[in-house]
């Protein structure tokens, strides 16, 4: 059994696309490099990383991609980071830890990670807590 597609839109300008997310937690604490307030002193914050996959085929099973795979992906994306100081981990020994270069970090380890699926990431969201977050995505995505 192949993948599922579906009929396409009569409008050659329109492209049906299915989409999935998933949510993933962790614990870690770091510093701002250069900010001038608080967030220049070492805090933690229990973040939310919210990955969003496309595709517009489902496959055999009529998924974009089964969440436990998307899980597993993430997993060795976040792990290294859980109950950890973010400035200490490589790229962000180099890099700031903003919640918007994690986001664009955790979208290129992602799309490493799946290449060769029919599944592309369009967008990472990183929340520090329920009311910031920041997110990335490709202008080229699906």
């Given at each position: 059994?192949?993948?599922?597609?579906?009929?396409?839109?009569?409008?050659?300008?329109?492209?049906?696309?299915?989409?999935?997310?998933?949510?993933?937690?962790?614990?870690?604490?770091?510093?701002?490099?250069?900010?001038?307030?608080?967030?220049?002193?070492?805090?933690?914050?229990?973040?939310?990383?919210?990955?969003?996959?496309?595709?517009?085929?489902?496959?055999?099973?009529?998924?974009?991609?089964?969440?436990?795979?998307?899980?597993?992906?993430?997993?060795?994306?976040?792990?290294?980071?859980?109950?950890?100081?973010?400035?200490?981990?490589?790229?962000?020994?180099?890099?700031?830890?903003?919640?918007?270069?994690?986001?664009?970090y955790v979208?290129?380890?992602?799309?490493?990670?799946?290449?060769?699926?029919?599944?592309?990431?369009?967008?990472?969201?990183?929340?520090?807590?329920?009311?910031?977050?920041?997110?990335?995505q490709q202008?080229?995505?699906?």
């Amino acid at each position: 059994m192949g993948a599922v597609s579906r009929a396409r839109s009569s409008s050659n300008l329109e492209i049906d696309v299915f989409q999935i997310s998933k949510d993933f937690t962790f614990s870690a604490a770091h510093s701002i490099r250069g900010h001038q307030g608080g967030c220049e002193r070492l805090h933690g914050h229990n973040y939310r990383v919210r990955i969003h996959l496309a595709s517009e085929q489902l496959n055999e099973l009529g998924m974009v991609m089964d969440f436990a795979d998307l899980k597993k992906v993430a997993d060795d994306i976040l792990t290294p980071f859980d109950h950890q100081v973010i400035n200490d981990i490589p790229p962000f020994t180099e890099l700031n830890t903003t919640a918007e270069l994690f986001a664009e970090y955790v979208f290129q380890q992602v799309q490493l990670r799946i290449k060769g699926e029919q599944a592309e990431v369009v967008k990472v969201e990183v929340w520090e807590n329920e009311r910031s977050g920041a997110s990335f995505q490709q202008e080229d995505a699906i």
